[in-house]
């Protein structure tokens, strides 16, 4: 008669639950065949999957982001003119930018995007999401493909207020404009300190001049509401020259009738015309100098949507870009509308941060030639400016960051996450590529070294044994 734990150490002779273990684990390593070790097993197709399909995702993408750079589109814009984007005017991207180019260029995008858009292009990745939950569900009861497809849908939400709330408040790079000619300068005519009602608590005029240099502006306005809080302030710690740092200017925002204007100068030019919030037209003509009045937007729908150019009084400016949520819409919207406005009247155009210390994106700026302005002290600056915008239509240029969808509205905007897709691939940088395939073949990696980790902990037989 055979002994049937001759095969067994001694020490698991005769035992229950040892002898079980020992079992479990000489059939997964030796198929419970002495000389089995000899065999050689085929591969079978699974297993060809298992070791190579995790490549299939990244490669694709890497496909796609080379792909783009065969028809490369450039980021930026001219908003004044049909003239394209030339060498002497390109966005310059910091080393950090570079490091952290999927975040900051993903968050940057979607900054880009109109209230309209945003929301569009949520309500589309939330329904698929709910989609893809109730659809995995195949095979059970309703109402459990309806709760999984609402646990997809909450999770999504969280994902996209988690997203919404890291480019509103997180610090990160900014991506600059850079100009070559020594006498063109960017400007920035409408942004807020926290001495605005709106502005976000802690941005002080020091944090606003941080966010300008960052930005790429040689000279930013501060213009709050109804008040001039900050400019003492700034003046103080303005360079000595305009070429040797960040400049900022005193403005005021306040309303005129129907319009919200900026008003270009010091407190003492309009303090005694202002009513609260209100610029009263007569007290203002009393004084010995009117000043300079940009026109702000987001503007009265109505007058956008008439035929006839409106009466603006004492109009030095018109903002054709303005990077506040509201303005976006209407710059793309009416952006015609807008240009044949200052054509009309014969006045510059000019663009607007109308930054409030929410956000890290500079989305458009004023280009100006002002001969000898690095070596001007900022009161001299201050009249140069006020005085070059008097100078018509042609007095200024604007330039932008190009809007990922363009006008993309109403049933359209379905196609709004691969038109995404499109413009981020075809917009980046060489270097930029390089770091999005750095991250995706990365991020492939991390996953696939989890998913290893996890099918070696269930698949271990002394494991399931004890268990």
Known sequence: MTDKNHDRPKALRGTGVQASRWALTRRATHGGKRGSSDTTIAPRPSDWRSAYGWLLAPAAISVLLLAGSIVPEVPLERLDSATAIGDDIRLVLPPTYLALDPICRLLDTLTLLTLGQLGSLWGTL???????????GRGRSASHRWRQGAIWAVTATAVILAISAAGILLPRPMAALAVQSPNLMTIDFHSHTNASHDGRPGFDSEANRAWHVAGGFNVAYLSDHANWKAIGAAEKQNPAVAGAGTMLLSAVEVRLGRYYVVALGPEAQYEPALKGNLLDDDARYAGARRGSLIYTL????????????????????????DASPR????????????????????????????????????????????????????????????????????????VAMRPPVGELTGWRTLALAPMLVMYLTRSLGAAERCSWIAYVWGWALMCRRWRQSRSQVGSDPVRVAVQ
């Open 126 to 136: 939330i329904g698929a999401c709910a989609a893809y939950g109730a659809l995995t």
């Open 298 to 321: 987001p503007l009265p729908p109505l007058d956008l949507q008439s035929s006839s150019v409106p009466r603006f009084k004492d109009v030095s400016a018109i903002e054709i870009c």
């Open 327 to 398: 303005g976006l819409a209407q710059s793309q919207e009416y952006h015609e509308t807008l240009l044949a406005w200052a054509d009309d009247m014969n006045v510059p155009v000019v663009a607007s941060s109308n930054n409030h210390g929410w956000g890290r994106t500079a989305a458009c700026w004023t280009l100006m030639e002002v001969p000898g302005w690095r070596q001007m002290d900022q009161n001299r600056l201050s009249s140069a400016i006020e005085q070059n915008l008097r100078g018509g239509r042609k007095a200024t240029s604007v």
